[in-house]
């Protein structure tokens, strides 16, 4: 694994701050990123034990977004269509954002936060609260093979991969589909979107890499889809090596060779990624410095993981922003960590006291947009550093 990126000590993204903690030293960690040429992969070189991350206190509740509940609704209306499983697992079932569109007899969830997983239990899915490995997979499948498993934006959260596709292998009946669904790598660095790293991001995939791992198992992908959700994600759809009821088609070799024509395995591509993370963060406090300095009001939106990153990385306190705006319940009241910002219950966006507003939830900016279209129209301006650092 050879590090290109440096994005200096951060504390942990998703470890907000309460009023009582807020003076209490934080635990940091070297956040650096690498890459490996045989595999690939690239991930991040200083993990954070999961039971750090993932326990009973996890802020992210999907179902508060309307564009993941939106494109969770599609999914699965598609799923039903095409595969027509009897039996669907999801790993990383959140709050049941996903699972909540099929009949509950006929969806499993595995999800360690016990605070989300009560959430669906209490809803009367079958939810296993725990971390999935081949232990879990094996008492799953004693009773019923699984004929479509899916995963979104949790295997980037999860170290060991064997063990995950291990679990897969157990789990999935012979003509069973596995469903991924990731940031994607090409897009990351297209984008120059460094904040797709922190503690919880070990791994954003690339097609060229997932196929390398997915051949250890004798699985194949079949297809990819680009899609929009969290700044650029692809969608990949996996059958094993044997199953010939699916073709694999076009689009997965048209993802690799835009991969590929991107230099995705070459370690060049990610050191000038890097050399354009460092111009970021200059222009990120340039901006800042600037509107400063004409005493211009600024506010976050959206008190994202991502947020947490750049923040910490650019070193931007809260003297340069005065709060940030959420509508994750857990969040508000809270601090973010490092940069010890007050996350406020978010309130409509009004130009007669706010000037600036750093986009933090960069990923949502379209549903934001919308939202906001009245301060857009009466002259209020957003702050991204997504591709480049800007004023929108
Ligand atoms: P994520 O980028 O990790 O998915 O988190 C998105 C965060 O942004 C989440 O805390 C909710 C927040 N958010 C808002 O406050 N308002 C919004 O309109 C949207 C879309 C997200």
Redesign the pocket.
């Known amino acids: 694994m050879k590090k290109f990126l440096d994005l200096g000590y951060q504390p942990l993204a998703n470890s907000y701050l309460t009023k009582k903690n807020i003076n209490k030293k934080e635990k940091r960690f070297n956040l650096s990123v690498g890459f490996d040429s045989k595999s690939f992969l690239v991930s991040i070189l200083n993990t954070v034990p999961k039971e750090k991350m993932f326990n009973k206190n996890y802020p ?1 509740k999907s179902s ?4 993941m509940r939106n494109q969770f609704k599609i999914l699965s209306n598609k799923i039903k269509k095409k595969f027509n499983p009897g039996l669907i697992l999801e790993i990383g079932s959140n709050d049941g954002a996903f699972i909540s569109n099929f009949n509950k007899k006929s969806v499993i969830g595995v999800e360690p936060c016990k605070n989300l997983a009560n959430l669906t239990i209490k809803k009367g899915f079958r939810i296993f609260p725990n971390y999935w490995n081949p232990t879990l997979a094996k008492k799953i499948a004693k009773k019923n093979k699984i004929d479509l498993i899916y995963s979104a934006n949790t295997l980037s959260h999860i170290e060991n991969l064997d063990e995950i596709f291990n679990a897969i292998d157990l789990a999935l009946t012979e003509n069973g589909i596995l469903i991924l669904e990731d940031p994607s790598l090409l897009e990351c660095i297209k984008n120059v979107a460094y904040d797709q790293f922190y503690c919880e991001h070990l791994y954003v995939f690339s097609t060229i890499a997932l196929e390398r791992i997915l051949s250890k198992f004798n699985l194949t992908i079949f297809s990819v889809e680009n899609i929009k959700t ?1 700044g650029g994600s692809n969608r990949y759809y996996i059958k094993r090596n044997n199953n010939f009821i699916y073709k694999i088609d076009s689009s997965v070799k048209k993802n690799v060779i835009k991969e590929r024509n991107y230099g995705l395995h070459k370690i060049s591509t990610y050191k000038s990624f890097s050399k354009k993370v460092i111009k970021s963060k200059k222009g990120l406090n340039k901006i800042f410095s600037d509107l400063d300095k004409k005493n211009k009001k600024i506010i976050g ?6 947020s947490c990153t750049v923040l910490n990385y650019c070193k931007i306190q809260k003297r340069l922003i005065k709060f940030f ?4 319940s857990y ?1 508000i009241g809270k601090y973010l960590p490092g940069s010890k910002i007050e996350i406020k219950k ?1 309130k409509k966006l009004d130009i007669k006291n706010i000037d600036y507003v750093f986009l ?2 960069w ?2 900016k379209d ?2 947009f919308k ?1 906001e279209k009245k301060f857009i129209q009466q002259g209020g301006k957003f702050i991204t550093h997504i591709p480049h650092p800007k004023i929108i």
């Open positions: 992210y508060e977004s309307f564009t969290h939106y959206g008190a994202t993981a991502k705006y959420d509508t994750t969040k978010y933090g939830a990923n949502f549903e934001i939202k």
